[in-house]
């Protein structure tokens, strides 16, 4: 994908997610909206103005809207454990209490081709400044912390490597002596998502492991990238 030709995005609008709102609300009144960081996107605020919407033509609803601090798989670990508890019966506050020990738990890492992407777009991870793009060096980047910002944890060079060096740091953020769960997205490459995945399921006991394909969106926002998101 040329820089130059790169699609742009917008961010969720709020008649959007006031149509979701009134959708849910068919089956439940008690629900819960699990955003990506919010220092990311607009989005975010998109959802509290449909959640003022919603509540003026159904006061009923209880509307609940988290900030997950990351994105990708491990967002989708948080709204998936969130709905689980919620399959269970579980009561609005126990839910919403697994999706906030879920927010503290999950770690995203990710390597990509380029910061040009995210520099373009006014989102360089924190630790960038003066990190070139220099040939064949792969930046990882990641969510590490709950401070919802991604930040460069460390280059390698050369696509092999990267991989290696995504596994390897599997250690630095998970008990590893207990099953991790596991999720790997890809962008342009089913095969480096595929080797990814061989990697971790031969070096970690895996309770879960998914290979899913990453978002338009998110691709056009970090250009060619392959991620690594888990928790124990």
């Known amino acids: 994908m040329d820089l130059n030709d790169a699609p742009s995005t ?4 709020p008649g959007d997610f006031l149509q979701a709102f009134q959708d849910c609300g068919q089956t439940a009144d008690d629900m819960v909206c699990i955003l990506v960081s919010k220092v990311l996107t607009a989005t975010f605020e ?34 998936l454990e969130t709905a689980r508890a919620a399959q269970e019966g579980k009561s609005l506050e126990e839910v919403i209490k697994v999706a906030r020990d879920m927010i503290s738990r999950v770690i995203y890492l990710s390597s990509v081709d380029t910061l040009k992407y995210m520099i373009k777009i006014g ?15 792969k930046p990882i980047i990641g969510f590490v912390d709950d401070s919802g910002y991604t930040e460069v944890l460390a280059r390698v ?43 971790v399921a031969a070096r970690y006991k895996c309770e ?7 978002s338009p969106v998110m691709c056009s926002a970090t250009g060619p990238v392959i991620g690594l998101s888990f928790y124990t």
Do not use: C, W
Request: negative net charge.
């Open 157 to 199: 060079r050369g696509k092999q490597k990267s991989l290696e060096k995504l596994v390897d740091m599997v250690d630095e953020y998970a008990d590893t002596s207990q099953k991790i769960h596991f999720m790997i997205n890809y962008s342009n490459s089913f095969e480096d998502g595929q080797e990814l995945k061989k990697l």
């Open 46 to 79: 998109s959802a509290f103005q449909a959640r003022k919407m919603a509540r003026m033509q159904h006061p009923e609803y209880n509307i609940e809207i988290l900030d997950s601090h990351t994105s990708a798989g491990a967002l989708g670990f948080v709204v």
């Open 10 to 13: 917008s961010a969720g609008n």
């Open 208 to 214: 879960e492991l998914y290979l899913t394909e990453y």
């Open 123 to 137: 989102r360089a991870p924190r630790g960038s400044s003066g990190l070139g793009d220099l040939f064949q060096v």
